[in-house]
């Protein structure tokens, strides 16, 4: 009974300086912990002395490790920023970064690790240094919220602020520091989330794009194809003809491939060099694959040695197959630069996917057509709720859109049986 009414006890626990050999000081916070009905003494590393040089800066760097030791005590609704930042980096963003080249990202993490990064540089650069010493309750208040508002409209670029960030990073902060709300929510720490039901709005222009989308023209598409080798051919023709999301297309493997009947089914992505899920369960079907496409595959199986239904389609010799290719690289060194040479826009991987739904749109294809090409998540609640899309009704789709382009392609110039013309090209098609 006693050791019981001890470990309830709040224990603020201890934080000391520490020399080492090598390298500056430390701050070392010391506490308790039960393991196996048994109080064990454990200790963490907060920080150097010249990174934290006062007892004051390491004890609002410690604030996590302090309520982390007291798991069984009602939330703190003193926490700071800085408390709830550690502790959302530590329990959300940590276990995503811990992925290693070739691996999988576990399926029940938050995110991939590649937004877990883009995330804790958003929280580095920009919200800890604003509002780490806040407390979190004093976002509850109506002025405070219109004070991150004020900031978020002083982050944007403008003509008074030409220096300024652009609308999607600004867009990005305030999806990251609304999320950390929302698990201030959960801790106990906030009633409700202060950003959340519009209590705090982006600044306005901050929803707008700073350039149009690249679009290729049915022309320009298939004028592009026979400028490249088989295997940046395959990637580009994949990318035209199906729109998937490139994290999509090169985590394929030739196991997820149907040469017979025609039919890819996409299992994973591959995002940075880590195997990730796919990002909505509508991306998680199966689609028809044009005979463009299957030739190409074909032809590139035979040549591959990376062959085999466990190997990655694009398996990047330079990792003996263990890997597939970085797609941005495959982009940047070999696709873009023959590209701009012929007089075309710089293409991005997703300039494809915008070019497949603009073409569904310009053939006359529904919304929820359109949705089915691109595998959107819409889909997927309408198939939850009202079927699946059948695969011969995918397959129709995609045979219809494979003939509007080609008949598109033919008006604005195209012969498949004339060679590549660029000034053919550059002076009857209109680069979008």
């Known amino acids: 009974m006693n050791s019981l009414k001890r470990r309830n006890k709040y224990q603020y626990g201890t934080l000391v300086p520490e020399s080492r050999k090598r390298g500056p000081d430390v701050w070392v916070y010391r506490f308790s912990e039960s393991f196996n009905g048994r109080s064990v003494r454990r200790k963490v590393i907060v920080g150097n002395m010249e990174d934290l040089p006062t007892r004051a800066e390491a004890e609002r760097a410690s604030e996590y490790l302090r309520h982390a030791a007291n798991p069984e005590a009602p939330a703190d609704r003193n926490i700071t920023m800085r408390g709830l930042i550690d502790r959302y980096t530590e329990e959300v963003l940590k276990p995503c970064l811990n992925v290693a080249l070739g691996e999988a990202q576990d399926e029940s993490a938050h995110m991939s690790c590649h937004c877990a990064r883009t995330y804790r540089s958003v929280v580095r650069k920009h919200i800890s240094p604003k509002w780490e010493k806040d407390c979190v309750v004093e976002f509850e208040r109506a002025e405070k919220r219109a004070a991150i508002e004020t900031w978020l409209k002083s982050l944007l670029r403008s003509n008074r602020n030409p220096k300024g960030l652009a609308p999607k990073s600004v867009r990005s902060i305030f999806l990251v520091m609304k999320l950390i709300f929302k698990f201030a929510v959960k801790w106990g720490y906030l009633e409700q989330n202060p950003m959340g039901e519009k209590r705090v709005e982006l600044p306005r222009g901050s929803t707008k794009r700073l350039k149009k989308p690249v679009q290729l023209t049915a022309a320009q598409f298939l004028y592009l194809l026979p400028l490249f080798g088989l295997r940046e051919k395959l990637a580009i023709a994949f990318a035209g003809w199906l729109g998937p999301r490139i994290s999509e297309g090169i985590g394929l493997k030739w196991g997820d491939l149907d040469l017979e009947e025609g039919v890819v089914t996409f ?130 789709l995609q045979e219809r859109l494979v003939e509007f382009v080609k008949q598109r392609a033919a008006e604005e110039g195209w012969k498949p049986e004339t060679p590549f013309d660029l000034a053919a090209l550059t002076t009857s098609i209109t680069i979008q």
Request: proline share 5%; no cysteine.
């Open 267 to 396: 299992e994973r992505g591959v995002v940075q060099g880590r195997i990730t899920p796919l990002k909505t369960e509508a991306s998680r079907t199966e689609m028809s694959l044009p005979e463009e496409v299957m030739q190409l595959l074909r032809e590139w199986r035979a040549t591959s040695v990376y062959n085999a239904a466990s190997d990655w389609v694009f398996a990047s010799p330079y990792t003996k197959g263990r890997r597939p290719f970085w797609p941005n690289q495959l982009l940047r060194d070999h696709i873009q630069p023959v590209a701009l040479k012929a007089g075309l826009p710089k293409i991005g991987w997703h300039s494809f996917r915008h070019t497949v739904s603009a073409w569904g749109k310009a053939a006359g294809f529904s919304l929820e057509e359109v949705k089915t090409l691109l595998r959107h998540e819409n889909v997927a609640t309408a198939s939850q709720n009202y079927g699946r899309v059948e695969l011969q009704a995918k397959r129709i």
